[in-house]
Structures are given as structure tokens and as C-alpha cells.
């Protein structure tokens, strides 16, 4: 297929400074053509006035994403907070609470490995305050035992294995950051169920959810010990925010 002329301006115009003549380019242009999304093959995108590397291919960050971590970020403001970024794939969520709140510490769980170094690239490159931040890899809550947090924010794994998404999406992103079961619930339930054991008194859990299923989710949080939730709709009117108080 023909690449998109606004992504080929974009990948001149962002990786090699306007110049149209540059070593690379046919390659990069030819992977634009194969579906690969323009973000992978520029190598960063932008969040929230940061630039962040994705070169070990995690998720890559949607504009959803950005819009409730500013939310967030509004919402801590300077307290002192705690917080975990679950699922944290580029880190896109934490860093940007990192940037926006200056009295917060920031712990990243990650299952990948491959992650971690991209995050800490992350760190540096923004010129983040690092000792206002660790980051632990594991299966969701496994290396945080005993640690308690004043908030969880988390863009887990929701897309029912049922649903198809389009090559650039299912042939390039991670399928482990997208699919979740046959309802798209599996990775949900578990933050759920556990989310109540590593949140402090008063605490909260952010989670970004889709459409179809965060009535679901909201279900389940209440199950687990929740004290109530509020379901927020994005910037295109979509319900897309669980907010579930402890």
C-alpha cells in the first residue's frame, strides 16, 4: 500500500530534520508502506510536552491516555502523593505525572523486561527528577509486596481476543499490552481483586477501560471493595475512566 503523505511529512519532518534526501528515508517510507505505525518508525511520539522513546515497541500511548493523565495531574496538583503506574509499557502515564506534580514518587510496574530500559531512557531524556522514581518488572502487583500507594493509575491490557483491529495496530503493538480474554476482563479483574491490598486508606485506583466492558469493570471494582466508582467520558464523549474510591 501507498503510505499516508501527511505521515511521510511527518517522519521528514521529525526524524530527519526536512531533509528529503536523507540516508534511511526510502527504508523508513517502505515501512510506513508495510502498515508499521508512523510512531514506531519516527521512534518517539509526544505526551504531554515529553518525548518519549519507544524503541523497545511497548503500546503507544493514544491521545485517550494523554487526556486522563492531564485530568490526573490536575487532580494531584502538589500533594505529596504516592503513586503506581501499572502496566507502565513507555512509562507514558507516570512520566507525565512526574513532569505535572512535583511533590509525587512514581513507581512503574512492568511485566516486560524489554520496558524498563526504555522508561529509564525516558527519565533522562525528559530530564525527570529520577529519585522521585523506581521502577520494579513483574506480574502486576508481584514485585510491589507489602507497599502500599495512594493512587494506582493503570492502562491495562482490555481488548476482547474476539475483536479485530486493524494491521497497523495487530500486526506491530504488542499483543500482551492489548488483548485480555474473550471479554477483554482477564488482566481487569486481577487489578480489581488485588487493587484493594496495595492502596492506602482513602485511596484510589484510575484505569483507563473500553467502552464496551467498563460497566463491567465498574461492577467488579465494587465487588472487590471499592466504595463507590464513577465511570468519566474522554475527550470524544466515550466512556472511557474508571475511577474507583477505597
Not at 209 to 219: F, H, R, T
Request: some cysteine; charged content about 30%; overall charge negative.
Amino acid at each position: 500500500m501507498n503510505a499516508d503523505p501527511k505521515d511521510v511529512e511527518a517522519l521528514i519532518r521529525e526524524k530527519y530534520s526536512g531533509d528529503t534526501e536523507a540516508e534511511g528515508l526510502s527504508a523508513d517510507i517502505m515501512r510506513l508502506e508495510g502498515g508499521e505505525p508512523l510512531a514506531y518508525v519516527i521512534g518517539h511520539i509526544p505526551f504531554l510536552g515529553l518525548s518519549l522513546d519507544l524503541f523497545s515497541h511497548p503500546l503507544i500511548p493514544r491521545p485517550e491516555t494523554e487526556w486522563w493523565t492531564e485530568e490526573l495531574a490536575t487532580y494531584i496538583g502538589d500533594r505529596p502523593l504516592r503513586v503506581l503506574d501499572l502496566c507502565a509499557g513507555s512509562g507514558a502515564i507516570g512520566l507525565g505525572l512526574l513532569k505535572l506534580c512535583p511533590n509525587i514518587h512514581v513507581s512503574f510496574g512492568e511485566r516486560m523486561e524489554e520496558h524498563e530500559a526504555v522508561i529509564r531512557k525516558n527519565i533522562e531524556k525528559n530530564e525527570l527528577d529520577a529519585a522521585r522514581a523506581d521502577i520494579r518488572i513483574g506480574d502486576l502487583f508481584a514485585p510491589f509486596a507489602d507497599e502500599r500507594f495512594d493512587l494506582i493509575a493503570t492502562n491495562p491490557p482490555y481488548i476482547p481476543n474476539t475483536r479485530k483491529l486493524e494491521g497497523s495496530v495487530a500486526d506491530f503493538e504488542p499483543s500482551e499490552a492489548l488483548y485480555a480474554g474473550q471479554d477483554g476482563l482477564s488482566i481487569i479483574n486481577r487489578i480489581c481483586k488485588d487493587a484493594p491490598n496495595y492502596l492506602n486508606e482513602r485511596g484510589e485506583l484510575w484505569m483507563e477501560c473500553d467502552i464496551d466492558n467498563i460497566e463491567q469493570a465498574s461492577a467488579k471494582a465494587i465487588e472487590d471493595g471499592a466504595s463507590y466508582t464513577k465511570i468519566r467520558t474522554d475527550q470524544y464523549q466515550r466512556p472511557r475512566l474508571l475511577v474507583a474510591y477505597y
